[in-house]
C-alpha cells in the first residue's frame, strides 16, 4: 500500500513534461546540434500530444492495476502473521488480527483517495477498483476468520448465555436439625 | 527467525506472569493475617513454687488445653492442645525429680502408659480422676498417687512406672475423697456404699498395702459430694440438704454427727449444696443465692463465720509456712470484686483485703487460685488469679489488674460479620492521616527498598511499617470491603467483635439472657444472625445481630432472643420466649427498616414470625404459600418437609404464630442407614451464572438451587470408629433432595466406605470427604448436578433477541430433568473441617478450604475436583482449564493459607466476601483463631498493597523529561538540516 502510494506520488513529481514548449529556437540559447533538422520535430503536433496522451493513460491504468493488485501482497503478509500467531488468545494474536480487520477497512474507506491520481477520461477505474475492494474483503474475511479461530466471535449459544444470571426460585424452605 | 524466537521468548514471558502464585513471601505473613492464642476456660491452676525460681502458673482449660502462662506479662510459655477425646481431669507439679504437671485424663479403660515429652508427662489412666497426690518419697525416687475410676496408682516419677495399684472397683464403693494427712505416709479413702453407707480405707502410700477397712451406716442417706475439713473428719449432707452430718474416722472409728442447717440460720432457704473446699477446717454451703462459710471446731462444733448473698468463691489452701495454710475468698459486688487471703485457723484476721473495680461484662468470679510471693520486707504478698463468667482469665496483684486474657475466644459457637460505619464527620476516625512528609518518607523508604538500596535497618523499617499500617484497623469502612466486624458468640455467653484489619476486640458484651438466673439455670446460646443489614433507604440505622439461645438442653425448653447494635455492642432488646426454638429460619425478605424476617419453629412444629410487626405479617403472608421448611431427625432417620398452614389455633393463638403441615417424609431404613452430615448451601451465596461453558463452546446449565439439601447416611455398623468394621458391612450413600417437594434428585452408595463425613455445598455442587476401608485411604467426591431441561436453549437469535425463559422465575413443582457428574479421589488428610470461598459476585473461581487434621488451613482449588477430569483431556479441554485426572489430590505445600501457623483445636472455616470481587476473607477458629484475606484468582481487580507509587510518579516524571529533552534536541537537530 505505501509502495503504491510512493509511485504515484512520485510519479506526479517528476513527470517530465513533454508538452515542454520549446519548439521557438528564439527561447532556447543553445543552437540545435549539427544535423538536427527540428522540423522534423515539429511535424504533425497533435499527433505527438495524442500519442502522449495515450502513452499516459496507459501508464496510469496501469498504475491503477497495480495499486489495485497491491492488497494481494498484504494478504499473503497477513497470512503469514497469522500463522505465526498461533491459535490461542493473547496478546500478540489480537493485535494481528485486529490489525488484519483494520487495515482492508481502513483502505475500504479510502478507496476513492487511493485512485485520485489515475483519474482519467480515458482510464476504466471500475476494474481496478473492484479487485482493490475485493482483495481488502479477503483481508477482513481472513481477520474474521482468525477472529474465529480465536473463538472471539459470539456466533454459540454459549457465547449469550455465559452471563445469564440464575432463574429465581418461587418457593422458599429452610430449616435443618433440631437445634 | 529471530522474530520468532523474540514472540518466543515474549510469550513465554507473558504466561509466567500468568502463573498464580499461592504461597506468601516471608515479609507478606502478617500483613492482611492475624493469629491469636487463647486457652479456654481455666479448670486448675497450679503455681510454679517460688523456691523453684519460676514466676509462672500450669493451667489446664476445659478446651483440653495445657499451658503455662508468664505470671508477669500472662503470655503463653508453653501449650499443649490435646484432643477432643482427652479430657484433662486435673494437674498437678510433682515435686523433686520432675517438676511437670501430671495430667490425667481420660483415655483408655485401663492404666495404658505413660509418655515423658516435650516438658509435659502425660499418663493415660481411666476416667475421671479425682486426686492427685505428689509429696511422697520413697528414697530418691517420688511417688505420684493418682485416683482415677475407682483406682488408686501409685506412679513413680522417674520412668512413669506403676508401683502399686489398688483396685475400689469391685467393691461398689463411690469413692467421694482420697485424704492425704500431712507428714504422713497414710492414705484415707472415703466414699459411700449404695446411699447410707459410709467406708473408710487406710493405705500405706508406700507399698499400697490395706491398714484398715471400716464402714458405718447412715440412716438419713447422704447427698452429693463431701468436703474434709481435716485429716481424719469430712463433712457430708444428708439426703434431705438440710442437715449437716460431720463424719469422724479417726483411729479408725466412725462416728457422725448430725446439725440442721436450721440451727446454724435462722431462715431457711431450701436445700443446701456443699462447696468443696480443701481448706482445713472451713467448708461453705449454698442455698439458692446465699453463701454460707462454716467453720468445724474440734470434732464436731460448727460455726457460721459468714453468711452473704454476694456470689462468693474460696480458693484452695495454700501452705505458707510449716503448719500454716491460707485461702483466698473472693466475694462479688456490682462494679467490684472483694478479694480476701486469710489463714485457716484465724478467720477473723485478713492478710490481705483488697478490691478491684471490674469490668460488668466479664460477669462473676468463677473460680480463685493463690499464690503467695515473699515481698522485699520478707513478709507475705498474694497475688490471684481468678477465673470469670466470661471465661476470661485475670490476675490480680496488689490491688490491681496485672493481666487479662479473653480465653472465652478458645470457644465460639457462631460467627457473623458485619460492616463498619461508613467514613464521615463525626464518626471517630483512628489516627491514620499522618503528615505529607512522613508519607514521602515512607515512599522513598519503599523505593530504596525496590532499587535494592536499601541498608538492612531501611528493610527492617520498611516491613514494620507495612505491618503496623494503620489504615487496616481503622474504624470505618473501606472502598474494597476488608474491614468489617467479625461478630462471634462464645460458650460462656458473651459477644465479642473482631476487627478484621488486625484483630483486636472492638467491644465485648455478656448476654444477660445466656446467663444464669432463676428462670433459666442452664442458659445455652446457640445461633447468631444478621438482624438488621442497612443499605439503600435504611442508611442511618445501626445494624444488629440476633442471638438466640434456649433454657437448658431439651428440646422443649423456651428459648431467648437477644438484639445486639453491632456498632456500639449494646443490647437493644431482650425476649425470653414462651416457646421452644428447634429451628431457626432466616427468610429472605426484609421490612422498611431492612430488619430480616426470621421464622422460628417450636417443638410442637409451630412457626413464629419475628420481627412482630404489622409490616413484617404483611410481607410474610404475601409469601406465605412458597415458604416450606424441613426437619431432619437424625435419631429416627426421617427427613420431613412442611408447609404452613394458617394462623394458630388453641390456647398459643398470636398473630404472629403459625399453624404447620407435613407435607412429605423420607424414612431412611433404620437398620441399613443412619445420617451422619447434612449439608445446604449458603444462605448469601451469589452465583453468578447459570451456564457452564465447556469444551468446543458447549453450553451446560447448572441446576442451581437454594432447597438443595446433601444428605449422608452410612450403615449402623460403619457409623462407629475407623478400623472396627469390614468393608463388606459398611456403605456410605450420598443424597440429594429437594427440600421443598421432598424429591431424591440423586443417590450414589459408596461401598466399604464409612464416615466421619465432612462436605460442602456451593452453587450446583457439593464436594464430600469420608473414608475409603477398601483402600485404606481418605477419599474425597464431587457430585455436580446440571438442569438437563435447559439444554435445548440453543438457538443462538433466540438468545441474541433475549426471547427465552432461562432466567424467569421457576417453581419447584416444575419436574426438573437433572443429570449429574461426580468423580471421587484419594486424599492424603483426615479433615476437621471443609469451607469454600465466596466472593461478592460470584465471578472468582473458589477454592476448598480444608481444614487439616494438622490444625492447618489447606486452599485446593476446585479445578481438581472437577468430575470432567480424564486422564488424557483433549486440546479443547485442557484450554478450558481441565486438568489430566490423577487418584490423589495433589498437596502443595504453599498453598496452606495458615502458612506456617497452626490454629490449634480448630473447628470451623468461615467465608465472607470482601467489596472486592477478587478476594475474601478467611476465618478459622478452634482454640486459636486466625484471619487472613484469600485471592482465589490472584488479585486481578486492584494494585497490590505495596505498590511503589513513588516509583511509578518518578517514571512518569523522568519518563516526561525525556520526551522533553528528545524533543529539544529533534528541534535543533531539523533546524540545522534546514540550514544546511
Known amino acids: ?179 | 527467525m529471530a522474530i520468532r524466537s523474540f514472540l518466543i521468548l515474549f510469550i513465554l514471558f507473558f504466561f509466567s506472569s500468568l502463573n498464580p502464585i499461592l504461597s506468601l513471601y516471608e515479609d507478606q505473613v502478617g500483613l492482611v493475617d492475624w493469629h491469636q492464642q487463647y486457652l479456654g476456660k481455666v479448670k486448675q491452676a497450679v503455681f510454679h513454687t517460688h523456691k523453684t525460681g519460676r514466676k509462672r502458673v500450669v493451667v489446664s482449660t476445659e478446651e483440653n488445653v495445657v499451658a503455662s502462662l508468664d505470671l508477669r506479662q500472662g503470655e503463653i510459655f508453653w501449650r499443649h492442645v490435646l484432643g477432643s477425646n482427652d479430657v484433662i481431669d486435673g494437674i498437678d507439679i510433682a515435686l523433686g525429680k520432675c517438676h511437670y504437671p501430671f495430667i490425667r485424663r481420660k483415655y483408655f479403660e485401663s492404666m495404658e502408659s505413660s509418655r515423658w515429652a516435650d516438658g509435659v508427662g502425660i499418663f493415660s489412666s481411666g476416667s475421671k480422676a479425682l486426686k492427685i497426690i505428689t509429696n511422697l518419697k520413697i528414697e530418691k525416687d517420688n511417688i505420684v498417687i493418682i485416683f482415677s475410676n475407682g483406682r488408686l496408682n501409685a506412679v513413680s516419677c522417674i520412668d512413669g512406672e506403676v508401683l502399686w495399684e489398688k483396685d475400689f472397683e469391685g467393691e461398689s464403693l463411690k469413692v467421694q475423697q482420697v485424704i492425704q494427712p500431712p507428714g504422713s505416709n497414710l492414705i484415707y479413702v472415703v466414699g459411700f456404699v449404695s446411699s447410707s453407707l459410709f467406708e473408710m480405707y487406710q493405705i500405706n502410700a508406700l507399698n499400697g498395702e490395706l491398714l484398715k477397712h471400716e464402714s458405718a451406716a447412715f440412716s438419713g442417706g447422704f447427698l452429693g459430694e463431701v468436703s474434709p475439713v481435716f485429716s481424719e473428719t469430712v463433712v457430708a449432707l444428708d439426703s434431705t440438704g438440710l442437715i449437716l452430718l460431720t463424719i469422724s474416722f479417726q483411729n479408725g472409728k466412725i462416728s457422725f454427727h448430725q446439725t440442721p442447717i436450721s440451727n446454724l440460720v435462722k431462715d431457711s432457704f431450701g436445700p443446701a449444696k456443699i462447696i468443696t473446699s480443701s481448706v482445713t477446717g472451713i467448708f461453705a454451703i449454698k442455698m439458692n443465692a446465699v453463701t454460707i462459710v462454716i467453720r468445724v471446731k474440734d470434732e464436731s462444733k460448727l460455726e457460721v463465720v459468714e453468711k452473704t448473698n454476694h456470689e462468693t468463691s474460696i480458693s484452695d489452701a495454700l501452705s505458707i509456712s510449716e503448719g500454716q495454710q491460707a485461702f483466698a475468698l473472693v466475694q462479688h459486688a456490682s462494679h467490684e470484686i472483694h478479694l480476701r487471703v486469710k489463714l485457716a485457723h484465724n478467720w477473723d484476721d485478713n492478710l490481705l483485703k483488697e478490691s478491684v473495680k471490674m469490668d460488668q461484662h466479664r460477669g462473676l468470679v468463677h473460680k480463685v487460685y493463690i499464690n503467695n510471693y515473699i515481698r522485699t520486707d520478707k513478709s507475705y504478698g498474694f497475688r490471684a488469679l481468678i477465673v470469670m463468667e466470661d471465661h476470661s482469665l485475670l490476675l490480680l496483684q496488689q490491688g490491681e489488674i496485672v493481666w487479662s486474657r479473653e480465653d472465652g475466644l478458645a470457644s465460639i459457637i457462631d460467627v457473623t460479620t458485619s460492616e463498619l460505619p461508613v467514613e464521615r464527620d463525626g464518626v471517630s476516625v483512628a489516627k491514620v492521616e499522618h503528615n505529607l512528609f512522613e508519607w514521602l518518607k515512607g515512599h522513598m523508604l519503599k523505593l530504596k527498598g525496590t532499587l535494592m538500596l536499601a541498608s538492612p535497618q531501611d528493610v527492617a523499617a520498611i516491613q514494620s511499617m507495612r505491618l503496623k499500617n494503620s489504615e487496616k484497623s481503622k474504624m470505618t469502612r473501606d472502598h474494597n470491603g476488608f474491614r468489617k466486624l467479625l461478630i462471634v458468640l462464645t460458650r460462656a455467653g458473651k459477644l465479642f467483635a473482631l476487627h478484621t484489619g488486625d484483630g483486636h476486640i472492638v467491644w465485648s458484651y455478656l448476654l444477660q439472657s445466656l446467663q444464669k438466673s432463676k428462670v433459666c439455670q442452664h442458659p445455652i446460646g446457640l445461633n447468631l444472625y444478621k438482624w438488621q443489614v442497612p443499605h439503600h433507604h435504611a442508611m442511618d440505622e445501626n445494624p444488629s445481630v440476633l442471638v438466640i439461645g434456649k433454657c437448658g438442653p431439651s428440646s422443649d425448653a423456651p428459648g431467648a432472643l437477644s438484639f445486639v447494635d453491632t456498632y456500639t455492642g449494646k443490647e437493644l432488646s431482650s425476649l425470653s420466649l414462651v416457646h421452644s426454638v428447634a429451628q431457626v429460619i432466616p427468610l429472605p425478605y426484609t421490612d422498611s427498616t431492612e430488619q430480616c424476617l426470621h421464622l422460628l419453629i417450636d417443638a410442637d412444629k409451630h412457626a413464629h414470625l419475628y420481627p412482630k410487626t404489622p409490616e413484617a405479617i404483611s410481607t410474610f403472608e404475601r409469601e406465605f404459600s412458597n415458604i416450606y421448611w424441613y426437619s431432619v431427625e437424625d435419631d429416627n432417620g426421617i427427613i420431613k418437609g412442611h408447609a404452613l398452614r394458617g394462623k394458630c389455633t388453641g390456647e398459643v393463638a398470636d398473630e404472629v404464630c403459625f399453624d404447620t403441615r407435613e407435607l412429605w417424609s423420607i424414612v431412611f431404613p433404620s437398620e441399613s442407614e443412619k445420617i451422619i452430615a447434612i449439608v445446604t448451601r449458603k444462605l448469601n451465596e451469589v452465583v453468578h451464572t447459570q451456564a457452564k461453558v465447556i469444551a468446543d463452546q458447549e453450553v451446560m446449565y447448572k441446576y442451581i438451587s437454594r432447597n438443595l439439601l446433601f444428605v449422608a447416611t452410612v450403615a449402623l455398623k460403619g457409623s462407629v470408629e475407623i478400623g472396627s468394621v469390614t468393608p463388606e458391612e459398611s456403605w456410605l450413600v450420598a443424597y440429594l433432595i429437594d427440600t421443598v417437594t421432598g424429591r431424591i434428585l440423586h443417590r450414589v452408595t459408596h461401598h466399604g466406605s464409612q464416615g466421619p463425613v465432612h462436605a460442602v455445598f456451593s452453587e450446583n455442587w457439593v464436594v464430600y470427604h469420608y473414608f475409603n476401608l477398601k483402600a485404606h485411604r481418605y477419599e474425597m467426591s464431587v457430585i455436580e448436578i446440571y438442569d438437563q431441561s435447559r439444554a435445548d436453549n440453543k438457538d443462538v437469535w433466540k438468545l441474541v433477541l433475549g426471547k427465552h425463559n432461562l432466567t424467569s422465575p421457576i417453581s419447584l413443582y416444575s419436574r426438573p430433568d437433572v443429570i449429574t457428574k461426580s468423580q471421587s479421589y484419594f486424599f492424603t488428610h483426615s479433615v476437621k473441617a471443609i469451607a469454600v470461598t465466596s466472593t461478592t459476585k460470584g465471578i472468582t473461581s473458589k477454592q476448598l478450604l480444608i481444614g487439616t487434621i494438622g490444625d492447618q488451613v489447606l486452599a485446593l482449588d476446585k479445578r481438581f475436583l472437577d468430575p470432567r477430569r480424564t486422564v488424557n483431556p483433549t486440546q479443547a479441554e485442557k484450554e478450558e482449564g481441565i486438568i489430566p485426572l490423577t487418584d490423589s489430590l495433589p498437596i502443595i505445600p504453599q498453598s496452606y493459607v495458615t502458612h506456617a501457623l497452626r490454629v490449634e483445636g480448630l473447628r470451623g472455616i468461615i467465608t465472607v466476601p470482601a467489596k472486592l470481587e477478587s478476594t475474601t476473607l478467611v476465618f478459622a477458629h478452634g482454640v486459636d483463631l486466625f484471619f487472613t484475606q484469600l485471592a482465589p484468582s490472584r488479585t486481578y481487580d486492584s494494585l497490590t498493597d505495596d505498590f511503589n507509587y513513588a516509583l511509578l510518579l518518578i517514571t512518569i516524571v523522568a519518563l516526561l523529561a525525556a520526551i522533553f529533552v528528545t524533543w529539544t534536541l529533534s528541534e535543533r537537530k531539523e533546524l540545522q538540516e534546514n540550514w544546511r
Request: proline share 7%; aromatic share 10%.
Open chain 1, 1 to 179: 500500500m505505501e509502495k503504491g502510494k510512493g509511485i504515484m506520488g512520485s510519479g506526479r513529481r517528476w513527470a517530465v513534461d513533454f508538452s515542454d514548449n520549446s519548439t521557438a529556437p528564439s527561447s532556447r540559447d543553445i543552437p540545435d546540434p549539427p544535423g538536427f533538422a527540428r522540423a522534423s520535430v515539429d511535424q504533425d503536433d497533435s499527433t505527438v500530444s495524442r500519442q502522449k496522451k495515450d502513452a499516459e493513460s496507459n501508464w496510469k491504468a496501469q498504475k491503477a492495476w497495480e495499486v489495485a493488485q497491491a492488497p494481494f501482497k498484504n494478504l499473503l503478509m497477513m497470512g503469514f502473521m497469522m500463522w505465526m500467531a498461533g491459535n490461542t488468545v493473547h496478546l500478540f494474536s489480537i493485535g494481528i488480527t485486529f490489525s488484519a480487520l483494520w487495515q482492508p477497512i481502513s483502505a475500504l474507506q479510502g478507496v476513492g483517495k487511493v485512485f485520485e491520481p489515475y483519474k482519467d477520461n480515458k482510464v476504466d477505474l471500475l476494474g481496478p477498483k473492484l479487485l482493490f475492494i475485493a482483495l481488502n474483503l479477503g483481508g477482513l474475511a481472513l481477520g474474521v476468520w482468525k477472529l474465529n479461530t480465536l473463538g472471539l466471535l459470539p456466533i454459540h449459544a454459549s457465547d449469550w448465555v455465559s452471563s445469564l444470571p440464575p432463574a429465581q426460585e418461587v418457593e422458599y424452605s429452610g430449616g435443618g436439625i433440631p437445634l
